[in-house]
């Protein structure tokens, strides 16, 4: 039903007075014509002026027409078709991804008239499709990532009326963040069809290894492997630990019923170097694949052992886990001085000097400095960091001189506050940058790595409302604890790092570390990730090698196959400050092949670049960095591509996790038996409203050209005719 009016700027009574005037006035003026004229032209005339006249009031009197009609839009149901590589795998006699085509050519989808179907792919990106194009998709892609692809849809339909999800897909998620989150925050219901059975697929998989970033030569280092090999519990397993074609060690391990099994190798580095080192084991009979049966890591192999000043405000349960971490770490030689209640410490035969202070490579403030406690150290620690750019690790306590500790402002990531606010509980949560970067990337998959995040108890936070520099990165935020006053739900930085130059530094905005490594065993868990952490935050701040004026690094040191090789690029002028507008070029090659990009700037002396997906192998880089025809420097290193696929590391059809995305969305699993009666399901109502459209009709050109054409015309007829 539509429905229009015309509005006028002025009163309607005013309108027509002036528009008569307007007439009146052409016909007065037409009465008597000198010399008189045909009747008709008189006639002809007069329509002309009074036209032209009643067209300016018209215009003068700004005339808007409305327009408004109701408008009726179908519930819309969004199809997601999970296009990774794990839904090609068969169940029973048919793949997976065989059952969702076969669902998608059902009459459901060209019948049903009662909603409209929108179709999407997705696995770590999602895009549209045609149903009438299914021949077409592909199944190949590694990795699956169901957050980003529902925050995206959420983006693409955010102004139609979307009114369900169905999902046809294994439910196996091994990128991002947990999907159910995500999908509860859509308010949709999600319906699941199923394609599958949950079945587990015989094959072995090294599924994670953890070792030490940088050791030193000469010095034994362990390794832990996880390895899962599904279908074959009661098998005994060789794993191998090579470095190139040389065997470093070699073990077996009985997979029990879990079909999950943990050993150590171990191996000792007899150079200096980054050194690439892979596990092995062999394949055996009736494997799904055999490009999990190998994982590469690298190590960074340093001559001496790293030194370590810890300073510690009072002897507090943090110092004594921490330090228990740093003594059992076999490259790590730590000093510790413990304040006493006012001034000095009870190490009294400590050597305070400055050139004994230069020794160490890294001071951690634990707690420090306290208040009311006077101490020579401190401005002494001040000096040295400052001075030698020694690197410094700050961990907060509930007992803080934050006005001496303001001392390092220009050293630490953030800014101390001038008044302590109280202390909540909250729980860390890894950010986009924490996902990757070495300090807190614990486990090698992002989601894998989350999960180890999510599962640790809440710390003690005081510093919510302290100041962060321009400079500094957030590996971690902290998560208030529900019931927590109008903080609760929001995050706040927790772990902070900084370079600048050659000066890096990290400080824990919370205090009760203790509690990520005690509380864990409480829960039937153990304190990897607390050990992991500690040995990747000394490193991290030890490594001088991304201290020189151009630093290059992969995004990782091991890409998997398929994957673009991006890069990351930082280029430094003399005095150690970001310089842009650099032209940084990039050389990767290997035995056989050469390839070069530039990296682009993307500000604050940062620059990226990404090559398309390499063959499986070992590769080297070479860049440089030039500004107006001079060589700021350069940097190289190596990484590998593997044969490796994210999709058949969990391979099992995971109808658990899919039944709870539908229970917690307020839709429903759909099974077999229940796909003929999808039509009764999806009902939803369509989505009523009134459209509004209007325009100025006063502000059309045409119209005064109208009034000249018109006024015009009659000149030119009473010039003709001899008319005053």
């Not at 190798?265 to 007899?270: D, E, G, R, S, W």
């Not at 050194?275 to 994982?295: D, I, M, W, Y």
């Not at 620690?381 to 020694?390: A, G, T």
């Amino acid at each position: 039903m539509e429905n229009f009016n015309i509005t006028i700027s002025g009163h309607w009574l005013l309108f027509l007075i002036l528009l008569g005037a307007m007439i009146g006035s052409s016909i007065y003026l037409y009465r008597r014509t000198n010399p008189p004229v045909h009747p008709r032209l008189k006639l002809f005339l007069t329509v002309l002026r009074a036209t032209a006249l009643a067209l300016i009031v018209f215009i003068l009197f700004e005339p808007v027409l409305k327009l408004s009609y109701n408008r009726e839009e179908k519930p819309i149901v969004a199809v997601l078709l999970d296009t990774s590589a794990s839904m090609s795998i068969k169940d029973e006699e048919q793949s997976r991804s065989q059952i969702a085509l076969m669902q998608l050519s059902a009459p459901l989808f060209n019948d049903f008239s009662d909603v409209r179907f929108d179709f999407y792919q997705f696995n770590h990106q999602l895009l549209p499709f045609k149903p009438d194009n299914l021949d077409l998709i592909q199944f190949k892609a590694d990795g699956t990532d169901l957050g980003h692809s529902l925050k995206r849809l959420r983006e693409l339909t955010s102004e139609q009326h979307l009114s369900a999800i169905l999902l046809l897909s294994d439910g196996i998620n091994n990128l991002g963040e947990n999907p159910l989150r995500t999908a509860e925050e859509l308010s949709l219901p999600v319906f699941p069809l199923s394609v599958g059975k949950p079945i587990d697929k015989k094959d072995v998989i090294i599924a994670n290894i953890v070792t030490n970033q940088v050791t030193y030569v000469n010095n034994e280092l362990p390794v832990d492997v996880t390895i899962r090999a599904p279908g074959y519990s009661g098998e005994r397993l060789k794993l191998d630990l090579y470095q190139k074609d040389k065997l470093l060690d070699s073990k077996y391990v009985d997979i029990g019923e879990l079909a999950e099994a943990k050993l150590r190798l171990f191996f000792t580095p007899a150079e200096t170097g980054f050194r690439q080192f892979r596990v092995e084991t062999p394949v055996l009979e009736g494997e799904l694949t055999a490009v999990n049966n190998q994982k590469s890591f690298f190590v960074k192999v340093l001559e001496s052992r790293i030194r370590i000043l810890c300073v510690t405000g009072s002897p507090c349960p943090d110092f004594a886990f921490i330090r228990r971490a740093l003594d059992r770490d076999p490259d790590i030689e730590a000093d510790y001085l413990i304040a006493k209640p006012r001034h000095d410490f009870y190490q009294e035969s400590f050597d305070e000097s400055s050139d004994n202070l230069k020794n160490y490579d890294l001071v951690i403030l634990l707690g420090f400095p306290p208040k009311n406690h006077s101490s020579k150290i401190f401005a002494s620690l001040e000096q040295l960091v400052r001075n030698e750019r020694i690197p410094l690790l700050f961990i907060a306590g509930n007992n803080i001189n934050y006005r001496a500790l303001s001392e390092l402002d220009a050293i630490l990531p953030f800014r101390p506050p001038a008044i302590e606010s109280p202390e909540r509980l909250a729980s860390a949560a890894v950010s986009p940058t924490g996902l990757k970067h070495p300090v807190s990337r614990i486990h090698e998959t992002e989601t894998e790595n989350q999960a180890l995040w999510n599962e640790l108890p809440p710390l003690f936070h005081s510093l919510y409302n302290a100041k962060l520099t321009p400079t500094s990165e957030v590996l971690l935020n902290a998560k208030f604890e529900p019931g927590q006053g109008s903080s609760s739900g929001k995050e706040f930085p927790l772990l902070v790092i900084q370079k600048l130059g050659q000066q890096k530094s990290m400080a824990f905005l919370a205090h009760g570390l203790w509690r990520w490594d005690l509380m864990m065993w409480g829960v039937g868990k153990d304190n990897q990730l607390f050990q992991q952490l500690v040995s990747n935050c000394v490193r991290w701040l030890v490594n001088k090698e991304d201290t020189k004026p151009v630093l290059i690094t992969p995004e990782r040191e091991i890409f998997r196959s398929g994957e673009p090789i991006s890069f990351l690029g930082q280029v430094y002028d003399e005095n150690y400050l970001p310089m842009d507008g650099a032209e940084l070029k990039l050389n990767v090659f290997d035995a056989d092949n050469r390839y070069e990009i530039t990296l682009s700037g993307i500000g604050d002396g940062k620059y990226e670049g990404a090559l398309g997906a390499l063959e499986g192998g070992s590769y080297r880089y070479l860049g440089q960095a030039h500004y107006r025809e001079r060589i700021i420097g350069e940097d190289q290193g190596d990484f590998s591509v593997e044969d490796f696929n994210l999709e058949f590391q969990n391979t099992k059809y995971d109808e658990a996790f899919l039944k709870q995305l539908a229970t917690r969305t307020g839709g429903e699993y759909i099974n077999n038996s229940k796909f003929d009666s999808l039509e009764n399901i999806l009902q939803f109502p369509s989505k009523y409203f009134v459209e509004n459209r209007e325009w100025q009709l006063w502000n059309i050109l045409l119209l005064l050209i109208v009034v000249i054409a018109l006024f015009s015309v009659e000149w030119f007829i009473r010039k003709r005719s001899g008319m005053l």
